[in-house]
């Protein structure tokens, strides 16, 4: 009885569906065999960085024994040339998470279905080929020590930074709280004023679903999302297309050993004033800009009939998110955990918002 009314009310009930089972096993499935895949290519990476390893100290040991040169240079091993064409293939790498909203997401009508290609497809697979290619070219070290050197950084001091992140984080939650007040038709109606947010994601998926499913999806989005995307974006794409690009790391290294004798948030403000442009503007902003491209999908998905004006808005709002997620990410006070937590308050908050009618037009009520 209380399933129908909460139907007849037009709010989903607590009581699990074996629509949110199948639903459920289908996004474990697809995940499934899109991660498997992501994994046996670092796993063909992985066999190409060894035996190139293994071929160089091979290659030193003889040189030693004929006295021609000193152990192995880890400096050659680890440089990667410039590249135009890694440089291309890599900005449709960063362009892939877009093509997948729009293609799947609209096919499917799912934002769901959407968000598991993205993640495991386009941040997962796509990255994962490309480190398969590199290696196979003789270029695994220089990602292995890359990334031996990141999780080094993440784990020092990495308490301090998350709490730094919160510190960010909350206000922000708060911020988009007041910014959806402020915008919604019961506070004042007008053109562009927000007539609902939880129907159009009905309409994309989520319509048979139970709550429970939802709080589910929410948790996924909430905390899963923000590793996701922090790793493609300011990791994998930041430095693969930095690389390509030929950008001058030794510039960055002096920067970053000047911020660590900031406090931590007078550094990160320099920062901020700084990153306008800031040091190789073409690919932090470049970067920025196409991790803002994919929520033009998001964003069409939610404000449907005056998607385009909340399009440019949310853009330029979102390269500008970026970019600071890039800034802590590089601040060495901050680093990843900051930029992840904050990424998590962020996404909490479309979330909360998602999950729970708090709109007259939601309600049936005229404002």
């Known amino acids: 009885a209380s399933s ?48 190139q390893w293994k071929a160089a100290s091979a290659a030193d040991a003889g040189a030693c024994q004929e006295e021609a040169r000193p152990s192995v240079d880890e400096e050659e091993l680890a440089h990667v040339p410039p590249s135009a064409l890694r440089s291309f293939a890599l900005v449709l790498v960063g362009l892939a998470p877009l093509a997948t909203c729009v293609l799947f997401g609209e096919y499917f009508r799912s934002v769901l279905t959407a968000m598991i290609v993205m993640h495991w497809g386009a941040m997962a697979v796509l990255p994962s080929l490309y480190y398969a290619i590199h290696a196979c070219r003789g270029h695994g070290y220089a990602t292995l020590r890359f990334y031996a050197n990141t999780f080094r950084e993440m784990q020092a001091d990495a ?157 330029c709002s979102l390269v500008c998110l970026g970019r600071f997620f890039l800034l802590l990410r590089e601040h060495p006070r901050f680093g990843l955990p900051a930029a992840y937590v904050l990424h998590v308050w962020v996404d909490a908050a479309f979330a909360l918002l998602a999950l729970f009618r708090v709109h007259p037009y939601e309600l049936g009520q005229e404002p």
């Open 4 to 51: 129908l009314l909460a139907a007849a009310a037009g709010v989903p009930d607590w009581e699990w569906r074996r629509r949110d089972t199948d639903e459920l096993l289908e996004c474990l499935a697809l995940g499934g065999i899109l991660g498997t895949l992501a994994v046996l290519l670092l796993g063909v990476a992985g066999v190409a960085t060894h035996k």
């Open 159 to 315: 308490e301090a930074k998350s709490l730094r992140g919160s510190a960010l984080g909350f206000p922000v939650l708060v911020l988009f709280f007041i910014v959806y007040m402020a915008f919604r038709c019961k506070t004042h109606a007008w053109a562009l004023c927000i007539k609902n947010f939880t129907d159009p994601m009905e309409d994309y998926g989520f319509e048979p679903h139970s709550m429970p499913f939802r709080v589910l999806t929410a948790a996924y989005f909430t905390f899963w999302n923000p590793v996701v995307e922090e790793f493609f974006w300011r990791v994998f794409l930041h430095r693969e297309l930095g690389e390509a690009m030929g950008a001058d790391h030794g510039e960055e290294q002096r920067l970053l050993k000047e911020a660590e004798d900031d406090r931590p948030w007078a550094g990160l403000i320099r920062g901020a004033i700084h990153a306008v442009p800031g040091r190789s503007p073409a690919l932090r902003w470049g970067v920025s800009m196409m991790y803002a491209s994919y929520h033009v999908w998001p964003i069409k998905v939610v404000f449907q009939q005056v998607w385009w004006a909340y399009a440019a808005l949310g853009f």
